[in-house]
Structures are given as C-alpha cells and as structure tokens.
C-alpha cells in the first residue's frame, strides 16, 4: 500500500504501517501538554496507544491465520489510525468459513480481555475491587469515587480488557465493513447465494449507519457522524466489490488475453521501451532473453514510476530492471483468481500458456479495459 512501511513479516504475513499511523502520538503529546500531563502520563498512554494496536494486529492474525487454514492467503496486514486490515486475496468459497474467518478477529479481542482478567478477577480479591470501580468510573465519569488507589498499571491493564471487549462488541456490529457485516452475509449466503445476501447485508448496515449519523448529529458529534458516513460508504462497495467478483468468475482469461504482444528483449535500452509505452497501444512488456526465452516482465506501474523519475537511465537495459516473472496464467483460469494475481499482488503482468506454450499475456490495462466493457 502507498505510503506504508513494512515493520515485520510474522507466518509469513507483511506488517505494514501507514505514516498516518504516527498522527496517532502526536494528538497524544498536544493532548496531555494542553491539559497539563506530566511527562509520565503521557509515556503510559503512549505506551497504551502502542498495546491497543497490538491488540489490533493480534486481532487481524485471527482473521489472515484462519483464512489461511481454510486456503484463503493474505497479502499483508496494515494499520493506520483508524484500525487495522487483513488483506486476503480472496473471500473463502464456503459460507461456513467465511463465518469463522470474521468471527476470529473479535474472537481474539475476547481472549486478550480474559487472559488479562484472569489475575484481578481470579487472584486478587482486591483486585476484583479495583476492576469493578474501574468499569463504574467509565459509566459514571462525573464522580470520582471509583478511582481511589488507582495506579498507572491498573489504569494500564484495566483499559486493555476494558477496550478489547468494545473492539470485540463494535467489531460485531451487523454493518460491512465490521466482522459483523460479514457473519452476517455468511449466514444468509447459506441459503441465498453470496450475492444476494451480500445486499441485504448491505441495507442492513446502512441502516446501521444512518442511525450512528443520527446520534451523532443529536450529540453534536463530528466524529460519531463521521464514523456513520464511513460505514455507509463502506457498506455500498463491499456490494459493488462482490457484484465485481461475481463478474470475473463468469469469465476466463481466454477472455482478456492478449495474444498479439510485442517482445522486449534484454538488450534493449529503456528509453525505447518508454517511448514504446508512451506512444503506442501496449502498456507492458514481456522480457525475453537472446534465446527469446522469457526472463522478466515490465508492469506498467514500473514503467510509468520510471518515467516520472528524473534520475531515470535511459540507455540502461531493461533486463536490469525488469521483474522476474512468478509463475504463469493458463488460458482457462478464472479470471476472479487472476486478479488476485495482477492487481492484488501487483505483479502487474504475467504470462499465459496452453499446452506448455507461450500464447499471449494478461496485464492490468488488459484487465482494465475489459472491467469497462463488461460494466456498460
């Protein structure tokens, strides 16, 4: 994802953080110097910001790892401030898996907030107090009854089980894009197909979201309401999403092919394959070796970044910069699972074979194009 760093590869799975993300510490520090924080205050709610999103990435685990045994991979996993997402390539075939797939992210959320109790609430007799004037001081904000003998830790501890189970609870809100919204559609897509189900989902959280509007104008909440505006905008393209999908698996790559592609050949300076590109009707190119066996590929978003680029080497040979090619399409695949490939990957070009033999290409301006024609 644009503007995203990797800071780690767990099961395989990118970690990727939106700078966007680092927004998040700033309102923190303007926060607590307006109010008159000391420096220790701000270093625990920092530091509970960093345990949040913690939980955060613990919960889209819970979604990528059960997609995963289910046969469903996931691209990555990023976060930014306003939550975190598991990016599968695919939504599982079977209604059933689909429902344990959304279901594992709150599932998680439950089990960090009881694996958090387990000392106050089993081992502490004090403990148990404080937990409970702890959850009292949320519902009764005004009074200050509830706080004594609070300490950092404990507003520490308490606020992880605390904000786990609301991550859990709003998460299974019957609203796309909420792992509610999703069970939900896995429940009706038992009976009526995914595609109808996925509407009525639809409405459902767009219902949902008109009335968070509601509450948030009646608060006088910017936020709230914004929140509802997001879930409302949401909700309508996971329908265009899956109408989308519904689309390309009606289709095969025969389809999209293109057969009549002109080779680059390793020895050839970039500048004349940009030129190519920028003046001519094929966007990416096919890399073939002085044996005119493949051996490499030039997407289009490669080709376009070099062009903008100002320290870009013309006279350099493209088969130092093109990409190695990772695997191949056959003519009959679904297109579906070869958009996953081209786009979701962004492999941006690759290859087709029958019986063994190179015939042709699939790249994203193909795929576009075809998207445009299909949706008139």
């Known amino acids: 994802m644009k503007g995203a760093l990797q800071i780690a590869r767990v099961f395989g799975i990118p970690v990727q953080v939106h700078w966007t993300f680092l927004l998040i510490f700033v309102w923190v520090l303007i926060k607590g110097l307006s109010e008159a924080w000391d420096w220790e205050a701000i270093g625990w709610m920092m530091a ?37 997402v598991a990016r599968l390539d695919r939504l599982p075939d079977d209604p059933r898996h689909e429902f344990m797939v959304a279901l594992a992210g709150p599932m998680v959320n439950l089990f960090i907030s009881m694996l958090l109790a387990v000392q106050p609430v089993f081992i ?33 501890v308490f606020g992880l089980i605390f ?26 897509s038992i ?3 995914r595609l109808r189900a996925t509407r009525l989902a639809t409405y459902v ?42 689309l390309l698996s009606t289709h095969k790559v025969a389809d999209v092919v293109r057969r009549g592609f002109t080779p680059v050949y390793a ?26 066996n493949l051996c490499g590929a030039l997407s289009e978003r490669t080709l376009v970044n070099l062009a903008k680029a100002k320290t870009t080497d013309r006279g350099k040979a493209v088969g130092e ?21 081209v786009y979701a990957r962004q492999a941006g070009v690759l290859p087709v074979y029958e019986k063994g033999q190179l015939v042709g290409m699939v790249d994203e301006d193909g795929l576009r194009t075809f998207l445009k024609l299909m949706d008139k």
């Open 267 to 292: 020895w050839q300076p970039l500048g004349e394959v940009l030129d190519r590109m920028q003046h001519g009707a094929e966007r990416s190119f096919l890399v073939f070796d002085q044996w005119h």
């Open 191 to 193: 009976r009526m197909g």
């Open 48 to 84: 509970f910001v960093l345990a949040i999103f913690f939980c955060v990435v613990l919960h889209e685990f819970g979604h990528a790892l059960t997609a995963r045994r289910y046969g469903v991979q996931t691209r990555d996993i990023i976060l930014s401030p306003i939550g975190g």
């Open 321 to 341: 910069i093109a990409a190695v090619v990772s695997g191949g399409l056959l003519l009959y695949d679904a297109l579906d699972e070869v958009y996953g490939k």
């Open 124 to 156: 502490s007799a004090n403990g148990r107090s404080q937990l409970y004037n702890f959850f009292l001081s949320i519902f009764y904000p005004a009074s200050n009854a509830f706080n004594i003998g609070l300490s950092g830790w404990d507003y520490f």
């Open 163 to 188: 904000l786990n189970i609301i991550l859990a609870l709003f998460n299974m809100m019957p609203a796309f894009p909420m792992d509610g919204g999703r069970v939900l559609r896995a429940l009706l």
């Open 205 to 246: 959280g767009q219902a949902f979201a008109v009335a968070i509007v509601a509450l948030g104008l009646w608060q006088l909440s910017i936020i709230t309401a914004v929140v509802g505006i997001f879930v409302f905008v949401m909700a309508a393209n996971e329908y265009k999403m899956v109408r989308f999908d519904r």
